[in-house]
């Protein structure tokens, strides 16, 4: 029997004690783990989603005409649909973002829209005028932000699921590379302080109160979802705690900047916008900077050169940055998060993706089970970066 | 093992199910046949894969029987006496000693690895030093086997940068170098 997939309401009160995070971290697990003995996913007819639209409509834009509803493909943690509303002559395509029962990260929509909307003018991503936080209006939290047209990968290109292994040709890489590096440091030179952030809890600077935070969300995270035990998943959280560095410097952390979570124009390879906020909180730009080199987003280069998100050679890619933002990059700090990434990276598809096809949670079960296999190898990572830093004494 | 075949089977099941039979034209007659064959043929793996072996040790069981029985009518000395008696012994030797409960084995295994797990926990909590090293290392050696079997058992999903450097996944099964004395029990410090 397992007992993960009817929480008790003691057993969850244990997690929420044992694991203090961010408030809203905290909201949207504590609401998985209440939902997740309910109804497995079962798709939405079109005819359904578009009563839904109309009705949200009616009282968020009087007059507005829901017309052309669509599936959209890709989102492998939500479920997305495309529609146009026609106010008095004219026709604006919207997206909307709802979640799946259970989603390979659970995350809080007010997050993503207050975060999506304090970055806009910073950086290019979709407006979004619409959150229904709660559910009320289609059943489940969901989001709408404007339709932005643009493309994730090369027309030419192949690659595995959710844009990983994405392959640019080097003229390719030659146009989108500096974009990639500048949207990166653009969003971590963004004063969030003075943004409506409130969904955010914020770190003290000089201490590692954030960092633990992180590590008590994804220690969690393990604990609700993962099938079996792991022994090299508690090692590495042990390790990370023992090992936590202060927070210097807090800024935006978008959590998964990487070649597949941005668009681009086919024809002008000019980058049109930055999706995929879900994840985004307040940290270390440490934390963003090891997770967009991560291994499995890159590749090694006929001259043995890693190319960060098959878009920049590493080293250009470090410089650039620190020429862009002049914040000191703390080789140190990097080691440390990319062993803490590797760790989340593996919790995310090998214990959450796996606990959601479990219980027929989403509407992307057959994905979740393929990018288990990406679990392999970061937590070949995580070994391998565990085992040099334990040799040194760390 | 995380998915395991079952479960990934499922999964396509669900996909057939949500996404892909309601996106065929109605009158699409000969797609729709083959679509609920094709699901017929899931569910029925799905149902047979837990007991695929043990369904193979019991067919091998019967067969000996049976050899065993007809013995006394073959031509002693005879050619097909020799083939019998080869053929049976391979297979007996090839046996395990009782029919193994899979569903059993599986449900008891995911025990012992949550309490290995919590184990590891607990020691990395309060030991330190060199006893503490020690452990990080047993965990970390263990780990590189495991990652190593589990890469290649799923290779074919196309994340491995250099697919050619991990070793076929029968040979690391049948690999003997690193594998565990039989019954090995944990013996505790007193």
Redesign the interface.
């Given at each position: 029997m397992d007992h993960k997939q009817t929480p008790s309401d003691v057993w969850i009160a244990e997690l929420r004690a044992r694991f203090p995070t961010e408030r809203t971290v905290d909201a949207a697990l504590t609401r998985k783990l209440r939902d997740r003995a309910g109804l497995a996913?079962?798709?939405t007819s079109l005819a359904r989603m578009e009563e839904l639209l109309r009705t949200f409509f009616a009282q968020a834009v009087p007059g507005g005409i829901v017309s052309d509803v669509r599936p959209l493909g890709g989102g492998a943690s939500k479920e997305q649909y495309r529609f146009d509303v026609a106010v008095g002559g004219t026709s604006q395509t919207y997206v909307l973002r709802r979640e799946p029962p259970e989603s390979i990260v659970e995350t809080h929509r007010l997050r993503e829209y207050q975060l999506m909307r304090a970055a806009s003018g910073t950086v290019p991503v979709p407006q979004v005028p619409w959150v229904d936080a709660e559910g009320q209006w289609f059943g489940r939290p969901s989001l709408i932000s404007e339709f932005v047209s643009g493309v994730t990968k090369p027309p030419s290109s192949s690659s595995?699921v959710s844009g990983?292994?994405t392959e640019f040709s080097a003229e390719q890489r030659a146009l989108l590379g500096p974009q990639f590096v500048e949207l990166l440091a653009r969003i971590h030179q963004f004063d969030w302080r003075s943004a409506e952030l409130d969904a955010f809890d914020q770190p003290t600077e000089g201490t590692t109160d954030g960092v633990i935070s992180v590590i008590n969300w994804w220690d969690r995270v393990w604990e609700e979802d993962c099938?079996?035990?792991?022994?090299?998943?508690?090692?590495a959280?042990?390790?990370l705690r023992r090992n936590a560095p202060p927070i210097d410097k807090a800024t935006v952390v978008h959590h998964d900047f990487r070649a597949g979570n941005f668009l681009f124009d086919p024809d002008t390879y000019q980058i049109t916008t930055v999706l995929d906020w879900e994840l985004s909180h307040i940290g270390d730009y440490h934390e963003d900077l090891a997770w967009t080199m991560q291994?499995?987003y890159g590749?090694?280069d006929e001259a043995g050169r890693f190319i960060v998100c098959g878009l920049v050679e590493q080293g250009e890619f470090l410089r650039r940055y620190t020429e862009l933002t002049g914040f000191p990059i703390d080789q140190r700090k990097l080691d440390y998060y990319a062993i803490m990434n590797a760790w989340k990276s593996t919790i995310i598809v090998?214990a959450t993706g796996?606990r959601c096809?479990?219980g027929?949670k989403s509407?992307q079960?057959?994905l979740?089970?393929?990018?288990?296999?990406?679990g392999?190898?970061t937590?070949?990572t995580l070994?391998t970066l565990?085992?040099k830093e334990?040799a040194h004494g760390a | 093992m995380?998915?395991d075949t079952c479960?990934?089977l499922?999964?396509?099941l669900?996909?057939l199910d949500?996404?892909v039979t309601?996106a065929l034209a109605p009158d699409a007659g000969f797609a729709h046949e083959q679509l609920a064959l094709i699901k017929k043929s899931l569910q029925l793996a799905i149902d047979q894969i837990p007991y695929e072996y043990v369904f193979m040790v019991r067919d091998a069981q019967d067969h000996l029987v049976l050899a065993r029985d007809l013995a006394p009518y073959v031509e002693s000395g005879g050619a097909l006496e020799a083939r019998l008696a080869g053929s049976a012994g391979v297979i007996a030797a090839l046996l395990p000693a009782a029919l193994p409960d899979l569903p059993e084995l599986k449900q008891r295994?995911?025990t012992l690895?949550?309490?290995?797990?919590?184990?590891?926990?607990g020691l990395?909590?309060d030991r330190t030093g060199t006893e503490l090293?020690a452990i990080?290392?047993l965990?970390?050696d263990?780990?590189?086997r495991r990652?190593e079997m589990?890469?290649a058992w799923?290779?074919a999903?196309?994340?491995?940068?250099d697919p050619s450097a991990i070793p076929p996944v029968v040979e690391l099964i049948y690999r003997t170098a690193d594998t565990p004395a039989e019954n090995a029990t944990p013996q505790t410090r007193p």
């Open positions: 996913y079962a798709p595995n990983l292994g099938y079996e035990g792991v022994p090299l998943m508690r090692l959280a042990q390790w291994e499995g590749y090694y090998v796996i096809t479990i027929g509407h079960d057959v979740l089970s393929w990018i288990a296999g990406f392999n190898i937590m070949n070994e565990l085992r334990i | 995380v998915p479960l990934r499922r999964t396509c669900k996909a949500d996404i309601p295994l995911r690895k949550q309490d290995v797990e919590d184990t590891v926990d990395c909590t090293n990080e290392r965990v970390l263990h780990s590189a990652i589990e890469r799923t290779i999903t196309g994340f491995e940068i």
